[in-house]
């Protein structure tokens, strides 16, 4: 035993008088590898031209692992970037410690065991999650929410369906592990259903009652009015109203773009109808007004049009603009309730579902109280047309809208909502005189 000591610590001295300076600077210490290439003895330079040639080979595609086509990605796209600077100074550092014992401790390591340094690569983890997020784009397999329909009176429950997405999270975090180990030759792709379904089962299992529905009609064949009530209508479509929640008709449908899909269709401005995008999208408010007035919902916000409008009765529209005009009801509830829109015929029917214990006993609205608004009449001066122009006004009006509720439990409620449709002036325009025609002489 006594022999073996002393041949460890005259192996020791005589790896220190070899040559081990204390400057990081030397060559490599004997029995460094990477990725099991020996680096033993190399100079600086030599360690670098190796490292350099050893990225090269490493540096090939990278087979993306798939549940269906396996496909490949460069270095670049995964945002993979080697790091030869960093593992350089950590070789050449090895077995140069200013610290004599941790000195000799590691040469001697390395002699007998061996020293793996692992390809010194690191990750550009915004660029490899774009790349993931935009590739699991094209490999999710999307699933669907639970839904309701009304078929024939009754509430059809149609079950949810789940989908599969790529875990960007952990799939991340697998490219990481492979990246600090410098293997990445392959991606496995981690695969979830978890959040592939919003609205599950559970949600609309117990809403079987249609707590009221209301319906107005249009014209089809102003085929871009008809074109926007599709598009609002379908964006409400579907959506679950939890207890005490507010729905917000412009959180629902959004901003009236042409981007959107919306077309050119007239909107009521200062009174008058002009050229907009997104008009008809008020027919859809106001439908959604009257099915939560029958239905019990808490109006929160609620504003008349300027004047009223052709398909429904004064004091039951509710007009919007986004950014600056909303409609929102709360569901005052103890259970959600869901929104369903159906278009068929030149008619839109929105339909307000939930519990049979929710559905009122009844509901009476009416409107009244209707005070005229006087208009005046105004003379302007317009040099740039001949004779005269009359734009007919008229007077305002204001009425008050009255909602009694008896819900199921036996509670009566009443509400009042003000409509203020403004006034139109008589407006005179005075232009320049018309010429005269002069009789000829005889």
């Not at 003000?418 to 325009?429: A, F, G, K, Q």
Request: proline share 4%; net charge negative.
């Amino acid at each position: 035993m006594k022999r073996v000591h002393k041949f460890i610590i005259l192996s020791l001295i005589s790896i220190t008088i070899s040559g081990c300076g204390y400057v990081p600077t030397g060559s490599v210490t004997q029995g460094i590898r990477v990725d099991d290439i020996d680096l033993s003895g190399k100079s600086k330079a030599e360690l670098h031209i190796a490292l350099e040639q050893l990225g090269k080979e490493k540096n090939k595609p990278v087979t993306i692992v798939t549940d269906k086509t396996n496909t490949q990605a460069t270095w670049k796209d995964l945002g993979i970037l080697e790091n030869i600077s960093e593992l350089e100074q950590d070789i050449l550092s090895y077995g140069y410690e200013d610290d004599a014992l941790t000195l000799l401790s590691n040469r001697f390591k390395a002699l007998v065991y061996g020293k793996q340094f692992p390809y010194a690569l690191k990750l550009d983890e915004v660029q490899a999650q774009a790349f993931l997020t935009e590739f699991a784009k094209t490999m999710d397999t999307p699933g669907h929410d639970a839904y309701l329909s009304v078929e024939n009176g009754q509430v059809v429950l149609h079950p949810a369906k789940n989908g599969k997405r790529i875990d960007i999270a952990a799939t991340m975090k697998a490219l990481k592990e492979s990246v600090a180990t410098g293997n990445i030759n392959t991606l496995s792709l981690v695969y979830t259903t978890e959040n592939t379904v919003k609205v599950t089962d559970a949600d609309l299992k117990s809403l079987t009652t249609v707590l009221a529905s209301y319906t107005t009609s249009f014209d089809p064949s102003n085929t871009n009015r008809t074109n926007n009530i599709e598009i609002a209508a379908n964006k409400m479509n579907g959506t679950l109203v939890k207890p005490g929640q507010n729905f917000s008709f412009n959180e629902v449908v959004g901003e009236r773009t042409a981007e959107a899909g919306f077309d050119d269709a007239p909107v009521m401005i200062d009174g008058k109808l002009v050229p907009g995008i997104g008009g008809g999208i008020c027919q859809v408010s106001s439908t959604l007004f009257n099915a939560a007035l029958l239905s019990g919902m808490e109006i929160v916000e609620r504003n008349p049009h300027f004047e009223p409008v052709g398909y429904i009765a004064a004091g039951r529209d509710a007009t919007v603009a986004y950014g600056y005009l909303d409609f929102i009801f709360k569901n005052p509830y103890n259970q959600s309730v869901y929104v369903i829109t159906s278009i068929f015929g030149g008619e839109v029917t929105i339909y307000i579902i939930g519990v049979g214990s929710d559905k009122p006993k009844s509901v009476d609205i009416s409107v009244g109280g209707e005070k005229e608004i006087p208009h005046s009449t105004e003379t302007r001066t317009d040099m740039t047309i001949e004779g005269g122009q009359v734009i007919e006004g008229h007077p305002g009006l204001t009425m008050v809208t009255t909602r009694h509720i008896v819900y199921g439990n036996g509670v009566t409620s009443t509400d009042t909502y003000e409509s203020l449709y403004d006034p139109v002036n008589t407006i005179i325009i005075k232009g320049k005189p018309k010429p005269t025609t002069k009789s000829p002489t005889v």
